[in-house]
């Protein structure tokens, strides 16, 4: 099976702690994902809660809460630790988000999307 790879546009377009939400394919439901940075760490995610199987946020690019500290789901409150995707308080523990393989060749964000 091939790996499939997309641009998600310039890392100096994604301000630390910023979230961008991007999505795949040309089924009638796109696939979707979403890249937080934090300082010079760069972490991708599908865009698919462990818990409910549903998208985590509600508004476009909102992943994380207030804080800025957690992923948050809006569906019944899961929060998932940044660095790796796993749960740390909700509905879901000992699960985590999918995470995508993610680099910057020349300032631009590739993310393998399977
Ligand atoms: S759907 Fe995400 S916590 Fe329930």
Same mark, same amino acid.
């Given at each position: ?9 310039? =890392? ?12 795949? $394919?040309?089924?009638?439901?796109? %696939? ?18 462990? %818990? ?22 809006? $569906? %019944? ?10 749960? =740390?308080? $909700? ?15 020349? $300032? =631009? ?6």
């Amino acid at each position: 099976m091939s790996s499939v790879t997309i641009c998600v546009g310039n =890392l100096a377009d994604l301000p630390d702690l910023g979230c961008r939400e991007f999505s795949w $394919g040309d089924t009638p439901v796109p %696939h979707r994902g979403f890249l937080v940075r934090r300082g010079s760490d760069l972490v991708a995610y599908r865009n698919l809660c462990p %818990h409910g199987g549903r998208p985590l946020n509600w508004q476009q690019d909102k992943f994380l809460d207030r804080g800025k500290r957690v992923i948050l789901c809006t $569906g %019944h409150g899961a929060e998932f630790e940044i660095a790796t995707g796993e749960c =740390l308080r $909700g509905p879901c523990p000992g699960q985590s988000l999918a995470a995508l393989p993610v680099r910057v060749v020349e $300032g =631009l964000i590739y993310v393998d999307v399977g």
